[in-house]
């Protein structure tokens, strides 16, 4: 079945440090790729997304580039600050099947 | 405002002492869904929603019922609630086709003593 497996947390980053969390997934066909942010005591959102190879979803200074050749979906930013601390899940959805989540990564970010 | 609301946010019950958080949604999605999240295990899915009277399992579903009456509402039922489902809850909701997003509630924090 489809599957996403995610960098291991907890990252901790100085203010300005650049971020990469990486994401690979597993799954037959085409799926839409997403990240989505869970900041403390909220629920999750959406982030940023891309639907087909080689889209780039990005959303306030954050990207992630759809590779089909590495089925990955790396996250990234040049320079993070404080307020990106978070919980950030990778995740891909198929068709009409379930949205399935990576296992989330803990940022902190020290100012 | 486009949202899902679930209630309560906390809550402390005792085992065994049945009891239900209320999930409705505001923008017509025919999807809807249930999830806990626990520490390393990330978010697991309990039962979803494909539209009104149309429900069915998800990965984690042991314990739990759900009921879909109506298109905004989707409460999750513990019948007798025991301390392994002490969890954050979330409730989310997304409409046919599209590109699949998620709209999620801002979660349940339940211990079960």
């Known amino acids: 079945g489809n599957s996403v497996t995610q960098m291991e947390g907890p990252v901790t980053l100085s203010e300005e440090a650049f971020l990469t969390i990486n994401c690979t997934y597993t799954?037959?066909?085409?799926?839409?790729l997403f990240w989505y942010v869970q900041y403390p005591g909220e629920g999750l959102q959406l982030l940023l997304k891309?639907?087909?190879?080689?889209d780039k979803g990005s959303n306030k200074g954050f990207e992630a580039t759809y590779r089909k050749e590495t089925t990955s979906f790396h996250l990234e930013k040049g320079s993070v600050q404080v307020s990106d601390s978070a919980v950030y899940f990778c995740?891909?959805?198929?068709?009409?099947?379930?949205?399935?989540f990576g296992q989330g990564t803990r940022l902190t970010i020290n100012p | 405002e486009a949202q899902v609301t679930q209630n309560p946010r906390y809550l402390i019950t005792v085992t065994g002492k049945k009891l239900t958080v209320t999930c409705s949604q505001n923008?017509?999605?025919?999807?809807m869904s249930w999830y806990r999240q626990d520490p390393g295990l990330g978010l697991r899915q309990i039962y979803y929603?494909?539209?009104?009277?149309?429900?069915d399992k998800g990965d984690v579903p042991e314990g739990y019922k759900v009921s879909r009456k109506e298109k905004r509402n989707f409460p999750l039922i513990l019948e007798s609630p025991s301390p392994n489902q002490t969890s954050l809850y979330f409730c989310?909701?997304?409409?046919?086709?599209?590109?699949?997003?998620?709209?999620f509630g801002e979660g349940s924090r339940l211990t079960v003593l």
């Open positions: 995740a891909l959805i198929q068709g009409a099947q379930k949205l399935v």
């Open positions: 923008m017509n999605h025919e999807y």
């Open positions: 929603s494909m539209n009104v009277e149309v429900t």
């Open positions: 799954a037959t066909g085409y799926p839409s």
């Open positions: 891309a639907t087909k190879a080689d």
């Open positions: 989310a909701s997304r409409a046919h086709g599209g590109t699949g997003e998620l709209f």
